[in-house]
């Protein structure tokens, strides 16, 4: 099986950077997602890592290492509308199947 | 190109009544997923399908059903609901292929059990 672990809530102020973290243990996964979920809302894709090492994609970053079961976002120069659900996932398994943490939800102030 | 969508949007049930959630795609993808999401519990997998006239199940399968008669719709449906299965519902589909791995999501369809 797979176990993922996520903080629940975090709040940070506007402009400023945040680091939204995610463990897991598994037995094997291809790659792993991150996604933004505002309330009420869908899921929209972030960012996906294969590889061990940062992704970057504007004022998002996704970092993975495999080795250490770890994966982290950050988000730069913080907007309140960055305020939202975030979702990691792994994807592994036949019918390229994801398996959700329970998200963290960032909450950004002034 | 409406991307995924589902319907209805919103349903309130009576403990016992059938129901049946449509997720249509059109964006000719082979793969599509139903997932259900609660307060502290993340998103998760009910069933999915690789492929039309396929199904399989996900991680919390029971008390449900799907059928994927056509490549793009993926049907699923309560056959007696209970307040267990209270839930936002949102379906995703993806492409065939190892490039690509995103999965697009629905609008979710609110269900309430009563």
């Known amino acids: 099986g797979q176990n993922i672990d996520q903080p629940t809530e975090m709040t940070a102020t506007e402009g400023a950077i945040v680091q939204i973290n995610c463990t897991y243990q598994t037995s094997g996964f291809n790659g792993l997602f991150w996604y933004q979920q505002h309330a009420g809302e869908a899921p929209t894709f972030l960012s996906y890592n294969v590889l061990d090492g940062l992704e970057e994609k504007g004022r998002f970053s996704s970092f993975l290492s495999r080795s250490k079961g770890y994966s982290y976002l950050l988000l730069k120069e913080l907007q309140m509308k960055d305020s939202a659900s975030y979702l990691c996932?792994?994807?592994?398994?036949?019918?390229?199947?994801?398996?959700f943490g329970t998200g963290t939800q960032l909450k950004v102030e002034l | 190109n409406a991307g995924v969508t589902q319907t209805p949007k919103f349903r309130v049930l009576k403990t016992g009544q059938s129901m049946t959630l449509l997720c249509a795609q059109d964006m000719n993808h082979e793969y599509m997923y139903w997932y259900r999401q609660d307060p502290g519990m993340g998103l998760r997998l009910i069933h999915y399908s690789v492929g039309e006239g396929t199904t399989a199940k996900g991680e919390v399968p029971d008390g449900y059903n799907v059928s994927r008669l056509k490549k793009q719709n993926f049907l699923l449906g309560l056959e007696s609901a209970a307040p267990s299965q209270t839930s936002v519902y949102f379906c995703a589909s993806k492409k065939e292929g190892q490039s690509s791995y995103e999965q697009y999501f629905g609008p979710g369809t609110r269900l309430t059990v009563t």
């Open positions: 996932a792994l994807f592994a398994g036949g019918g390229n199947k994801l398996t």
